[in-house]
């Protein structure tokens, strides 16, 4: 892995910043700068810090690059990467308010809004592919029971208005003991 200095990290987050378009599709764009172009961490750390980030409160993509930041350049990298990250989306936001809200009344205004919410969900099939290729890296057994535990957690959520709380006990609960099967399975392979 290579170790750059503050201003290189500030200068991507920057970037990064500046041309995603948040939520998990601006994930898939912080993968490809910091592991695959950059090399500054490996892609299991990423994907660990990935974890991390969506358990925390917060924004993924700023907890994200907290986690980089002091990662690589410690407390001052915590704050300062973070910040970069987020000042374009600050300033565009405050741009884009004040624009809907000074000519939102134009036909042309709404045109444009409707258009972005199109592109959105494009990038959001994009993220969900570049990512999925990390966490779904062959179709074996464990890939298997994660399409099922999100299937039946999506029919738990939707149909059942099950509380999440307990999908997750239930989760947990399965892969557990699908663990300690699969173990007990491996130990009659090696006693025989």
């Not at 969900?128 to 779904?136: A, C, D």
């Not at 006990?169 to 399975?185: H, N, Q, T, V």
Request: hydrophobic share 55%; aromatic share 10%.
């Amino acid at each position: 892995m290579q170790t750059p200095t503050l201003p290189e990290i500030l200068k991507t987050a920057l970037y990064v910043g500046s041309v995603g378009y948040g939520g998990p599709a601006i994930l898939a764009l912080i993968k490809k700068a910091i592991v695959h172009e950059k090399r500054w961490v490996s892609e299991e750390e990423f994907m660990n810090a990935l974890s991390l980030s969506q358990i925390l409160p917060g924004a993924h993509g700023v907890t994200l690059f907290g986690y980089i930041g002091q990662r690589l350049k410690g407390a001052r990298g915590a704050i300062l990467v973070p910040f970069a990250f987020a000042l374009p989306a600050m300033v565009a936001i405050t741009v884009l308010a004040w624009a809907y809200f000074t000519y939102g009344d134009l036909t042309f205004v709404h045109a444009i809004f409707m258009g972005l919410g199109a592109m959105v969900v494009a990038l959001l099939v994009n993220a969900t592919l570049m990512m999925g290729k990390s966490v779904f890296q062959g179709l074996g057994r464990k890939t298997a029971q994660g399409f099922v535990i999100a299937a039946l957690s999506f029919l738990g959520i939707h149909l059942l208005r099950w509380n999440v709380v307990y999908l997750i006990l239930l989760s947990g609960l399965w892969a557990f003991c699908s663990s300690i099967s699969a173990g007990l399975r491996a130990g009659e392979t090696t006693d025989t």
